[in-house]
């Protein structure tokens, strides 16, 4: 993904930066290299392109401002320093850290417990080194000079016509500041849900008091505590029905985490119509630089936060929906099937010439000679392929051999209730040697099918096998458009070529029919068989490879856990080989 422009990284630093230079004409008020510089809190790039954004468009508008009359450079004259412009800066450094503090309020109650230690451990690092600055009365950080020149801005107060006196005093302040606000920041971290009340006087007492200036929202910074953030409605929509599957509910935390960047501090019960044209102009802006399907990705954002303000509005938190009647088209997914020729080439490799299993952890070893020909002759997705359990695979007396796919076994889940199906073993993976592994990991005593398949907490035992067929597949020279659901739309089109009834083919693939009468007929096994055994692939002539599984006992992987940075959920494997074409 490209930068944004002035998004930047420090050296030995994961954190997003942001920094613009002053217009030619406006460099006399800016003295230093950059009007204005600012950690953006982050290491995810999206996140910080978007925050980005906003501070550029806020920068434009403010140089623009300076280029009116009455703002031009002759109007300049250096700024009293004396201590009212002084209190004047701390006013608006005071709103602007309660601000912050909002802000990371509505974060942390979207944070998961790892998430709160590791941004614990990064606050608390970093406020041993500003409360060294903060003792050091000729020394102020970077960040704590990007902090003043918020607060300058918001003042109206340019650097340039600060005297030294003054400006020193400004930057001591800006500093004080800073270590509070990290002090308060680790504390809310450590103990989420804290009094909010304890926190809104945080700033020392200035010499002289004087109220923020009309520039900086106090309203929004210093709301009732009694409001609500879009993390409250996601835990309210998470209360309503528990037990939602994991990657549903981390979809629905991001869908809320996204409003909530959108939103800042202004709660929900202040968001407006406008606001949510303003979010789903932002959200399509975002998909367009990204391009492809981010089209569709952005309307799921926009579907799973018109679920949660419908929560608040059945709460009766707020009267109406913001978002009720907004829409993101969607871009449609054209995969094709794969044809004959494709699959050729897809299986003219030693893995399925000579078995020569892949040395990569995520391929799960014999899962990457099996699940492609599953895939191929049951139309299954690969999600349900991988989480098989050993008795998933079953003889049955009037139907034969079947894979049982259902959500009753431990790491086990389904999309939908049409989902849960039994389907025939096609005569050809029979004759390939299924069974025979079925029985000899069997007798090894294991308890899933594909032991060496990686789980991980997000995406279940599809993910990192999925990830591995993708690399396997382009190595090939196939595009994004044949990827194993490909395999569904071959299984749909040559049985819709031999004119099986349309809900046979819905009972094979686990889809739900379009014909309601449909839902009263379930054909069994027994009946599906005759169909699926006509499916033929003439030219792709596979030799019998198997004779032993590749899987031991000894090699049964690690499940994969899931890490986070602060403020970037990444699910990153502990298995650090990644897929690739290597193999035993």
């Known amino acids: 993904m490209k930068r ?11 954190i997003w930066q942001w920094a613009v230079k002053a217009p030619a004409d406006l460099k006399h008020l800016y003295p230093g290299q950059w ?24 920068w434009l508008a403010r140089f623009d401002q300076q280029r009116r009359p009455g703002q031009t450079p002759t109007a300049l004259a250096p700024t009293d320093g004396g201590p009212a412009v002084l ?81 020193r005093a400004c930057e001591r302040a800006a500093q004080l500041a800073r270590t509070r606000l990290l002090a308060l920041q680790l504390e809310a971290v450590e103990n989420p849900g804290g009094p909010y009340e304890k926190r809104r006087a945080w700033l020392p007492p200035a010499e002289h008091s004087t109220s923020a200036p009309a520039s900086v929202d106090t309203r929004a910074a210093l709301a009732p505590p009694g409001l609500h953030s879009p993390a409250d409605a996601f835990k309210a929509w998470l209360d309503a029905k528990p037990g939602r599957p994991r990657k549903t509910v981390e979809a629905y935390r991001a869908a809320a985490d996204r409003l909530a960047q959108h939103l800042g501090d202004k709660p929900l019960e202040r968001m407006d119509r406008k606001d949510g044209r303003d979010f789903v102009a932002e959200l399509m802006t975002e998909a367009k630089s990204r391009g492809r399907t981010s089209q569709n990705t952005a309307a799921n954002i926009l579907g799973r936060c018109k679920t949660l303000m419908t929560q608040a509005v059945d709460l009766e938190w707020i009267k109406s929906n913001p978002l009720q009647g907004r829409t993101i088209e969607r871009v449609k997914v054209d995969r094709k099937p794969w ?15 000579r078995y020569q299993i892949p040395t990569a952890s ?33 003889h049955m007396d009037d139907a034969g051999w079947v894979l049982a796919i259902h959500e009753q076994g431990e790491d086990q889940s389904v999309k939908n209730e049409h989902s849960i199906r039994s389907v025939p073993v096609h005569p050809e993976l029979i004759r390939l040697g299924l069974t025979d592994y079925h029985r000899a990991i069997k007798d090894a005593r294991a308890t899933r099918l594909w032991p060496a398949v990686v789980f991980t907490d997000l995406n279940g035992a599809g993910g990192k096998v999925s990830q591995w067929f993708g690399q396997y597949k ?97 699910v990153r494997s502990t298995l650090s080989e990644g897929p690739g074409l290597s193999y035993t």
């Open 362 to 394: 995520a391929a799960g070893k014999d899962a990457a000679y099996w699940l492609p020909l599953l895939g191929l002759y049951t139309g299954a997705r690969i999600s349900e392929l991988a989480q098989l359990g050993i008795d998933d695979l079953r």
């Open 474 to 570: 382009t190595a090939k020279g196939f595009g994004p458009d044949l990827v194993f659901h490909s395999f569904r739309h071959t299984l749909e089109t040559e049985l819709r070529a031999l004119s099986v009834p349309r809900y046979h083919i819905a009972a094979l693939a686990g889809h739900a029919s379009s014909d309601v009468s449909d839902d009263y007929a379930h054909p069994t096994p027994t009946v599906l068989r005759p169909h699926l055994e006509r499916l033929r692939f003439p030219g792709l002539n596979l030799p019998r490879v198997f004779a032993a599984p590749a899987w031991t006992a000894s090699t049964t992987p690690r499940s994969a856990s899931t890490k986070t940075r602060s403020n970037a959920r990444q």
């Open 35 to 58: 009007a204005h510089r600012v950690s953006l809190g982050t290491a995810d790039l999206r996140e910080a392109n978007t925050l980005a954004a906003r501070l550029r468009a806020e």
């Open 4 to 14: 944004a422009t002035g998004v930047y990284l420090r050296p030995g630093s994961n």
């Open 87 to 167: 209190a004047k800066v701390q006013a608006c450094l005071h709103v602007l850290m309660q601000q912050k503090l909002q802000t990371l309020d509505y974060r942390v109650a979207l944070m998961r417990p790892d998430e709160r230690q590791a941004a614990a451990d990064g606050y608390d690092a970093t406020l041993d080194f500003a409360e060294e600055a903060a003792h050091e009365t000729d020394r102020t950080e970077p960040e704590a000079l990007a902090l003043l020149g918020e607060a300058l801005a918001a003042a109206g107060i340019p650097q340039a016509t600060l005297t030294t006196d003054s400006r």
């Open 339 to 353: 044809t004959l020729p494709d699959l050729i080439r897809l299986f003219d490799d030693p893995l399925f010439t």
